[in-house]
């Protein structure tokens, strides 16, 4: 297994910002920037594993948008039958190639493919019975988020299933403040400094766009989904399912 390099991308001051982006200096060291800037990150990938595994069809394809280093993947490949191929989607071709490297460590003997892909544009999806969106979302930008979801329902086969996680606005902006100063407490604990803490915070601030979790049902609803239910939430991070009939 590789060793997982340190989050060092903002530990050094900055003296012009720019917005964050999932380039090679992000890829070399996502898995652990992830691990310690999202709440029980490891049990949500469990969860959004077991739910996959549940929902998911044999003969049919599962999607992973905005894959990523294929965390997602591997967590569920040892729970679904070996007829069911997995399509991972990611914009970034740097995060493709890291992708592919893991899924070949890991051992991976079922068929998958990797595609190069802007979420923004038009997204083919077929054969579909579990498409996954793990902090994938916030990074659409909100003009084009019904219609991502849209062309998901659509691709998505009767009985299918959206699995979605997100951080997200609290529903009462009083209790924002609290969310992310506990939030912010949280990236101390796992040693991160107040200059990272800022500097990266300023690099998402045009990138990363939260919505309440009201928000989000309110946009599966209305592009068709039929049953939506919170699977997970930690303050402003929160984990959806959302079922096609």
Known sequence: MENIEKDNVFKESISEASDFK????VVKVFDDM???????YGE???MVAELAADHAQEGTLVY???CSTGTTMIGLDALVSEDISFVGI???DEMLVKCDAKLKDAGLKRPYELRSADLHGDLAIDNSSVVILCLTLQFVRPIHRKKLIRNIYKGLNPG??????EKILAEDSMFNRDFIKY???????????????????????NVLVPYKLSEN????????????ETFFKWYNFAGIIAHKK
């Open 160 to 165: 299918g299933t959206l699995i979605l996680v």
């Open 217 to 228: 049902f309110l946009m599966l609803e209305q592009v068709g989904f039929s049953h939506c």
């Open 64 to 66: 992973d948008l905005g």
């Open 22 to 25: 999932f380039g090679t200096k």
């Open 90 to 92: 990611d914009e970034s």
């Open 183 to 205: 939030y912010y407490d949280y990236k101390r604990r796992n040693h991160y400094s107040d200059l990272e803490i800022s500097q990266k915070r300023e690099a998402l601030e």
């Open 44 to 46: 949500i990938q469990r």
């Open 34 to 40: 992830v691990n310690r800037s999202v709440p029980h």
